[in-house]
């Protein structure tokens, strides 16, 4: 049967504009977008067998573009356009916290640090440069390394925060093994750079390492 077919409260699109998104499974928001199905498959049912094959909606965001493509009723149309969303979906949230007066809101800053780095595959260090007020002057990517580990210089830090004529930073980085326990060598370069950063009077405000349960806060352990 059709989704057309259907009873119109039970209808992917009916049901989102009537009751909201937050009303849908995974499976009935992966068909909207999807909008079609195969032979003999409506778009819900496309979408469960994918959330099947990617064990889950995460595993079908994260998905390369060869993984993605070789599903049925997917190709290279359908990743530009899943790409676009969820690049939207990161600038939303940029521009979120970019807009607030103050950013000392953490789970705000957990959330926009676990979009940009817990489903990389590479360990990337990066900083959120801040103003007097604590209102983001940037986001950077500062290093990106192998599986395990990711090259920082406190010399490159120092620069990028000058560059933005920071007054306070919040440094993040991911661990691909989905572990967030802070390593010892973790915590002796949030020294290293506290240290150099002091000397052009920019405080260290946090260190989170993310990974697949809720990123790991350094100012919360009492280690800043």
């Known amino acids: 049967m059709s989704i057309r077919d259907w009873p119109a409260g039970e209808r992917p699109r009916e049901k989102?504009?009537?009751?909201?998104?937050a009303a849908l499974s995974?499976?009935?928001?992966?068909?909207?977008?999807?909008?079609?199905?195969?032979?003999g498959k409506s778009a819900v049912d496309l979408a469960r067998g994918l959330l099947t094959r990617f064990d889950g909606l995460r595993g079908l965001l994260a998905a390369d573009r060869a993984q993605f493509c070789a599903a049925k009723g997917l190709g290279d149309a359908k990743y530009a356009q899943l790409q676009a969303v969820l690049e939207m979906g990161r600038r939303h949230l940029g521009e979120e916290i970019r807009q607030r007066e103050a950013l000392n809101d953490p789970k705000t800053v957990r959330r926009f640090l676990q979009t940009r780095l817990r489903d990389l595959d590479r360990e990337v260090f990066a900083a959120l440069f801040l103003d007097t007020q604590h209102r983001l002057l940037a986001y950077e990517e500062l290093s990106v390394g192998t599986l395990d580990s990711a090259a920082v210089y406190p010399r490159e830090v120092v620069k990028a925060a000058l560059k933005c004529a920071a007054s306070a930073v919040i440094f993040a980085h991911n661990h691909p093994s989905g572990v967030a326990e802070p390593s010892a060598s973790d915590r002796l370069l949030t020294e290293r750079l506290t240290q150099a950063l002091r000397l052009i009077d920019v405080r260290v405000l946090d260190h989170f390492v993310v990974g697949e349960a809720a990123p790991v806060s350094f100012a919360e352990r009492g280690w800043l």
């Not at 989102?16 to 998104?21: D, K, T």
């Not at 995974?26 to 195969?38: C, N, Y």
């Open 16 to 21: 989102l504009l009537e009751r909201g998104a």
């Open 26 to 39: 995974d499976a009935e928001l992966l068909a909207i977008f999807l909008r079609t199905g195969m032979a």
